[in-house]
């Protein structure tokens, strides 16, 4: 009998417990510090901006945290989400390799967000708060929290940067579908903007910008908090529901990853996939090797340097120690939007310091080669983002395939594309140009990086 093309679990499967890496590794990650003071941050320095149960994950080293009923009752939606054997992609490679997606772009916002903007919106409700604020670049995260929220009964307002705006009108009106308030970044709605607006009345905006805005609006207002999609430990610890059930799907088939890719641009949805995988490997149970891939225009982890950093361009936010190309790194324009950050994860930064996964980059075109490849054997059509992993996963194929191996792969496809179509349009046009980001750029925004002593 050949293998299902959907490997599914029953509602009652989704899972009870989110997974705490932090609780397994050798060493915790360095403490987030105070940008004024370089002294560690506690709970009370951020209650400004996240409810107590939030900062409480942020900082746990619980190994198991119980996931809410009401959080897995809106889980229900769309989880447990299909794994898929792509048997027509294997035999469009002629690869003896045998590749598995956990297909994320079922939810209602189409990607991997709303694992974490749910969980998010209904601490910050149980905690009495009224409005979260928040930053958006392409769309995704500001339509996963406005979704989340209008399941909550908080109000949303987002913040999304001028070009994208413009560009991405279809993302503006899911967000306002959810009932949430958008705004263009910058704004004259808070100083941050209008401070920007003075200088440049044409400002196409960037995310560090309305970080700031989304930030100032929040800690103005005592009924208003602050939520962020990606990066911080709890987004990771959201996402491992990915993961768990992508374990529970493999036991149905009898088998496990030889290989686990993902794409990384905070790299939460690389987190929620292989942590509980990671888990099992450091319990000996399995020995996947795991391998992040970034854009070859924002390689944060490949050359960028571990060293503290700011979270934001102008620099209000705590630092962090991450792999970062410089707080003002300034972005090509390429198309994967959710992959053009400056900086990753500190907990995933931390882990690759720790010689736990590997890291690559890979160029767009390649990408969007492999992500009609996909399309036309698959049927499913990728997010910018994830044309990064499926680029990896047809790699690691094409090797076994002169190997004779048969290995099993693992990837997530963490959102669809029915909202990017214009990154396809330009690559049918040839549009679409590579961009090597080059190691001097780095040494040179290295120079306006805080020194921290220690
Ligand atoms: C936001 C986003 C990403 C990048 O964020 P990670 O935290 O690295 O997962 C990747 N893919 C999609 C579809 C996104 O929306």
Redesign the pocket.
């Known amino acids: 009998m050949t293998e299902p093309t959907k490997i599914l679990l029953d509602e009652d499967e989704i899972p009870t417990h989110w997974y705490n890496v932090i609780a397994d590794l050798p060493e915790p990650p360095p403490p987030v510090l105070h940008p004024g003071t370089h002294e560690p941050v506690g709970p009370d320095d951020l209650a400004p901006l996240f409810p107590m149960d939030l900062i409480m994950q942020e900082v746990s080293g619980d190994r198991f945290i119980e996931i809410p009923e009401e959080v897995r009752e809106v889980y229900r939606i769309w989880r447990p989400s299909p794994l898929y054997r792509a048997h027509r992609l294997e035999k469009a490679l002629g690869t003896p390799a045998k590749i598995y997606y956990k297909y994320e772009g079922v939810s209602p916002a189409g ?3 709303p694992n974490t903007a749910v969980p998010q919106a209904f601490y910050n409700a149980k905690a009495g708060v009224k409005r979260l604020t928040t930053e958006t670049g392409a769309g ?2 500001g339509s996963a929290l406005s979704f989340a929220c209008a399941q909550f009964g908080l109000q949303c307002e987002v913040w999304q940067v001028a070009a994208s705006f413009q560009q991405k009108p279809y993302r503006r009106s899911m967000i306002e579908a959810w009932g949430a308030t958008i705004h263009s970044s910058p704004s004259e709605l808070t100083e941050a903007g209008r401070a920007i607006l003075a200088q440049d009345p044409d400002s196409p905006g960037s995310l560090g910008i309305a970080i700031s805005e989304a930030v100032e609006a929040a800690v103005q207002d005592e009924d208003t908090k602050y939520a962020l ?3 911080l430990n709890h987004v990771l610890l959201h996402q491992t529901v990915i993961g768990e059930e992508a374990l529970k799907q493999f036991a149905k088939v009898d088998a496990t990853p030889d290989v686990i890719v993902g ?8 987190a929620g996939l292989f942590f509980p995988f990671l888990r099992e490997k450091l319990a000996g149970k399995m020995d996947p090797r795991i391998v992040a891939v970034e854009p070859s225009a924002c390689p944060s982890l490949t050359k960028g340097e571990y060293r503290y950093d700011f979270g934001d361009t102008a620099g209000m936010t705590p630092l962090v120690k991450m792999h970062t190309l410089g707080h003002d790194f300034v972005p090509e324009p390429i198309h994967a939007g ?2 053009r950050y400056h900086g990753m994860a500190p907990l995933i930064s931390h882990m690759y310091e720790l010689g736990l996964f590997e890291a690559t980059a890979i160029n767009q075109t390649e990408c969007f080669d492999q992500a009609v490849r996909f399309a036309r054997s698959e049927g499913i059509i990728p ?1 910018p ?2 044309t990064h992993a499926i680029a990896q996963t047809v790699r690691e194929a094409m090797a076994c395939k002169e190997s004779g191996e048969e290995k099993v792969i693992l990837t997530a496809l ?2 669809h594309g029915h909202f990017d179509m214009a990154a396809y349009d330009a690559y049918f046009r040839g549009e679409l140009t590579d961009f090597e980001y080059p190691e001097e750029k780095v040494r040179e925004a290295m120079a306006r990086v805080p020194v921290i002593a220690g």
Do not use: D, I, M, R
Request: hydrophobic share 20%; with cysteine.
């Open positions: 990607s991997h967000k995704q995260w999609g990606s990066v794409c990384t641009g905070g790299g939460s949805n690389f959710g992959l997010a983002e994830p963490c959102g």
